[in-house]
């Protein structure tokens, strides 16, 4: 037992703790029952006890303050089960920290050493904490003593280890490492001293024009390779490389002059600058070079331009096969003799082109293409220089004589009168007629095999036996693109294509449609037997079936026994659409509701909350009985009955508390929206067209006036001609004409091939009217919209021009 106190006591002071420990509880084992010996164990306890708080609380101290290696050392002798938790996880994060940071630093000082940044190396180590910079200091030195290595090599390049040395110098050496810096820089400059005095030499032969020995010889010696550098250097490279351009531009361009020259008068000139060449560089590298095409020039120069373009090359080829020539001079005869004999050929192609044109009646082609010929003046010496002269003359002639036959001509083609432009064709020279392209709309382009050839209409000059194979294709802005085939001309030779506009987007609604399509919340709504669907702009369709639909009461519905007819119209809670069978379809966005209903309509429905009873909401409707009736869907016996009349020309339109209706016969009334009663009567004074909704009151088209009704009274403007059939702002007239409203007035856009089968729409100016299965949209950019079944009204839906089909599909045109 005393032995282990002393041990205790002994690694107390060295600050073994784990062993003292350990050390204590061998003390507690062997004290067992004798009670002063626990005594001396709980004092030694309390010992360790302490100096371990104390050790915990100095490596805790330690982390704190970044001192990670005596924190480590500490803590490895603290017993680990009397260590808490938390310090060994803050000890271990801190030296992943820390070295996390100093493996940055080594990535940093890498990269900076390695783009030879030393300074900026020095200040990020000096910056940073010096426990986290010393891996990165050694790469330093590693850096230090490998650029030392190199630098002492003489293999090195002179100017790398000028470099070395200098980032060395700012490195920081050692002393040691100083001394080693300061003789290799001494060394490096004696080899300096050596390399200037060989470039004096060199440069002594660079003025004497010797450029190719001079480089030759600063190569094998390396004072002018990829590491050379310096002032000398550069004066060298500059002196090299204006020597050698200068003599070899001038063989080159002596070369030039023999290969592109139009005749010898500039040969003296370059003849000039070889001598002086060779006089103020006597011992130039081509000299032999120059000395030979100085002579080659004057035997060459009295041939140039003389005679025919076939003749000056046949000289040539004779000269250059009896004389031994220097190759780039030769290189430069073959080539010119290449130009003349190209020429000449060229010219011959050209002429027998404007023949070909002269053949067949193309006159102004045939003298464009002459005068051009004319014009060239490398073919003057030409054979066919000359004959173009006489072609010239006569092509004047013939077209003077067929300009009036051409007009005959194309006069008769588009009128259709195929006899005349026959004879018309014969005197022209023309085999067969031309093709004749038109199409709706006018304009458009045509292309062939990818390339645009015209614009509609046009005439397209082809044989018969080619326009079987012929395929053209139409585009116009707006339009669907179209291809033909010649065999489809009409008696061979007329052909006339209708484009089909392109649509913003098209779909199917699956139904089919027996109301007039409307307009609500900048989309489409089509209404039928079978359900009620909204068609988006982008043709997106949302349906809501009838079968099984629920009226507001929540009793399950039967199927509809009559058709719908009435057009759906947005009111304050949804869509709302009247039928026949005394109720109301609302859809609010998810499902269709049904409402009743106080009579049969076949048009839209107005709504009025009642302004002096509560909570009273009429649904009105203009029955087809002649009758405006008001009822409130959720109170059974609110229902009320205006008088009757004639048919109804429109829904009813609620102003303030006041509904108003419009009659076929003229008559304009005005009733009490909360039971029906006439508050006033007036007429518009004919058979009315068509009325609608118009801000404060009503408006609408008849037989021969336009006319407004609100508080005020009636006004009315006449109409240019008489109206039978209109919608907002478009009338049609009995001779089929379509006259649209616009800022200037009533406007006659065109007429139309048929009569209308449903009301027409005026859109942007124009007028899209339904006949049969068809839709025509007359005005200055009109198409024809063409279905598999009959087309309803169209309706303008945000601007665009949505056609609808009885059979549910659905075509939307941008505007």
Request: proline share 4%; net charge negative.
């Amino acid at each position: 037992m005393v032995g282990l106190s002393d041990q205790i006591a002994a690694d107390l002071g060295t600050g073994d703790l784990n062993r003292a420990d350990t050390r204590l509880s061998e003390a507690r084992t062997q004290a067992a029952g004798d009670l002063a010996a626990l005594a001396e164990v709980d004092v030694l306890a309390k010992r360790v006890h302490d100096a371990i708080e104390r050790q915990v609380t100095t490596v805790a101290a330690q982390v704190d303050a970044g001192e990670l290696a005596p924190a480590r050392q500490a803590f490895d002798r603290l017993p680990q089960a009397r260590v808490p938790a938390d310090l060994s996880a803050r000890l271990v994060k801190a030296e992943r920290e820390r070295d996390s940071r100093a493996q940055v630093m080594v990535v940093q000082i890498e990269r900076l050493l390695e783009d030879n940044r030393i300074e900026q190396a020095l200040a990020a180590m000096d910056t940073a904490d010096a426990r986290e910079t010393a891996a990165a200091r050694e790469v330093l030195d590693r850096w230090r003593v490998l650029g030392l290595e190199q630098a002492s090599l003489s293999g090195t390049a002179p100017a790398r280890r000028e470099a070395l040395i200098v980032a060395l110098k700012q490195s920081r050496p050692s002393p040691l490492q100083q001394e080693q810096i300061d003789r290799i820089a001494k060394d490096l400059e004696r080899t300096f001293g050596r390399n200037r005095e060989q470039l004096r030499g060199l440069q002594a032969q660079l003025a004497q024009g010797a450029w190719q020995e001079a480089k030759a010889e600063a190569e094998r010696l390396r004072l002018i390779d990829d590491s050379a550098s310096g002032p000398e250097v550069a004066a060298f490279l500059t002196e090299l490389d204006r020597v050698g351009g200068e003599l070899e531009g001038i063989y080159a361009d002596a070369c030039a002059a023999v290969r592109d020259a139009v005749d010898g008068e500039g040969f003296p000139a370059v003849r000039t600058r070889i001598d002086n060449a060779l006089t103020a560089y006597p011992q130039a590298s081509n000299r032999s070079a120059l000395t030979a095409l100085a002579q080659s020039l004057e035997v060459i120069a009295p041939a140039l331009g003389r005679g025919t373009l076939a003749e000056e090359a046949g000289q040539f080829r004779a000269w250059v096969a009896d004389s031994q020539v220097d190759d780039g001079v030769a290189a430069a005869i073959a080539a010119r003799v290449q130009r003349l004999a190209q020429a000449d050929a060229d010219a011959r192609a050209a002429l027998e082109y404007t023949r070909r044109l002269a053949s067949d009646g193309k006159w102004s082609e045939a003298i464009e293409a002459l005068e051009s010929l004319r014009t060239r003046n490398d073919w003057r010496r030409a054979s066919a220089w000359t004959a173009a002269a006489e072609d010239l003359v006569a092509a004047r002639a013939n077209l003077a004589r067929a300009g009036e036959n051409q007009r005959r001509f194309e006069s008769a083609l588009a009128k259709g009168d195929v006899a005349s432009a026959h004879e018309i064709a014969r005197e022209l020279g023309m085999r067969t007629l031309p093709l004749w392209i038109e199409s709706i709309p006018v304009g458009a382009e045509v292309s062939r095999d990818g390339k645009a050839i015209g614009v509609t209409p046009m005439m397209l000059e082809i044989s018969g036996s080619e326009r079987g194979e012929l395929v053209l294709g139409l585009s116009a802005p707006g339009y669907e693109e179209r291809q033909v085939s010649g065999g489809d001309a009409q008696q061979g030779w007329r052909l006339a294509v209708e484009l089909v506009r392109s649509a913003s987007a098209r779909c199917d609604a699956r139904m089919i449609v027996s109301g007039r399509p409307a307009a609500a919340g900048g989309q489409l709504w089509l209404v039928g037997p079978s359900q009620v669907a909204r068609v988006a702009l982008d043709g997106q369709v949302a349906a809501f079936p009838l079968e099984g639909t629920a009226f507001n009461s929540g009793a399950v519905a039967r199927r509809l026994s009559e058709p719908v007819y009435a057009p759906p119209t947005a009111l304050d809670d949804g869509v709302y659409v009247a039928t026949r069978d005394m109720i109301a379809l609302r859809v609010d966005g998810r499902a269709v509701t049904r409402l009743p209903l106080a009579t049969r309509s076949d048009h839209a429905l107005a709504a009025y909350a009642s302004a002096i009873l509560d909570h009273r909401r009429w649904l009105i409707a203009a029955g087809t009985d002649g009758a405006v009736h008001g009822n409130d869907p959720l109170v059974a016996d609110a229902v009320w009955h205006g008088p009757t009349g004639a048919a109804f020309a429109c829904g009813p339109v609620v102003v303030g508390d006041t509904v108003l209706v419009a009659r076929v016969d003229g008559t304009l009334q005005a009733l009490d929206a909360d039971n029906g009663r006439l508050a006033h009567e007036t007429s518009c004074g004919e058979p009315i067209v068509v009325a609608w909704g118009d801000g404060d009151g009503m408006a609408g088209i008849g037989r021969t006036r336009a006319w407004r009704w609100n508080a005020d009274g009636v006004a009315s403007e006449p109409l240019p001609k008489e109206a039978v059939l209109a919608s907002r702002g478009i009338f049609i007239t009995a001779d089929r004409h379509a006259w649209v409203k616009g800022e200037g007035g009533w406007k006659d856009v065109g007429q139309l091939p048929a009569q209308p089968t449903a009301p027409p729409c005026a859109w942007r100016g124009h007028a899209a009217v339904p006949i049969g299965r068809d839709v025509h949209v007359i005005g200055a950019h009109g198409f024809v919209v063409r279905g598999e079944a009959d087309m309803l009204s169209p309706v303008d839906v945000d601007g665009h021009l949505a056609v609808v089909s009885v059979d549910g599909h659905v075509a939307l045109y941008a505007p």
